[in-house]
């Protein structure tokens, strides 16, 4: 019998912690492979804060770009990714879980091609699909912040963007019956600590 409570409540402690928010994240694009000044490579994935980014079904890629070297390209200091013809992106939590888009640095893709319109597609977690289209003139990086229609996404799929950088995510709070959930483990927790002492 107590196996069966120890297992039963080492399951809601792993249902619990699964299903609470994990703030605010940064995804800068710095992550490993680090990219040298003035190198780039051509990206069929890449993992950072949990999150995974991959081309659009397709798509046979996306650019990753360290530093630029020259005017060419767009340079805010820090490595970036970039959508060239026929390349896209998209990403999702690598454990499913549903998060809110809040902004992006968006820029041209460079100084030839400075004028792009990058769009970002939602999928919901209720099924429903959102969508915005955001125009960027030049190769200056600017700050686009998305609106709260841009909630509880399973995933986002960009099929053009020029360049990209500092993604911002959020994970949604603990609901009502998580907070619930929490306090029931938590009440069983203590009630089993005093009936063993």
Not at 102 to 122: E, K, M, R
Not at 123 to 145: L, Q
Not at 158 to 184: H, K, M, Q, R, Y
């Amino acid at each position: 019998m107590k196996m069966k409570i120890t297992v039963l409540l080492l399951a809601c402690v792993c249902f619990v912690r699964s299903t609470l928010g994990q703030g605010t994240m940064l995804i800068t694009f710095e992550g490993p492979p680090f990219l040298a000044s003035g190198t780039g490579v051509v990206a069929t994935n890449y993992y950072e804060a949990g999150m995974s980014f991959t081309p659009v079904s397709g798509s046979f890629g996306f650019n990753r770009r360290g530093p630029p070297t020259n005017s060419l390209w767009p340079n805010n200091g820090t490595s970036f990714v970039q959508a060239a013809l026929g390349e896209s992106m998209m990403f999702s939590f690598t454990n499913g879980s549903t998060f809110n888009l809040f902004s992006v640095d968006l820029a041209g893709y460079s100084s030839v091609v400075p004028d792009v319109t990058a769009q970002f597609v939602g999928y919901r977690a209720d099924g429903s699909i959102v969508t915005t289209s955001v125009p960027r003139n030049g190769i200056t990086f600017e700050t686009y912040f998305f609106g709260k229609e841009f909630s509880n996404l399973t995933r986002v799929e960009i099929p053009d963007f020029g360049s990209l950088d500092n993604l911002v995510v959020s994970v949604p709070e603990p609901n009502a019956l998580t907070l619930c959930l929490i306090g029931i483990v938590c009440g069983v927790v203590k009630l089993r600590g005093l009936r063993g002492s």
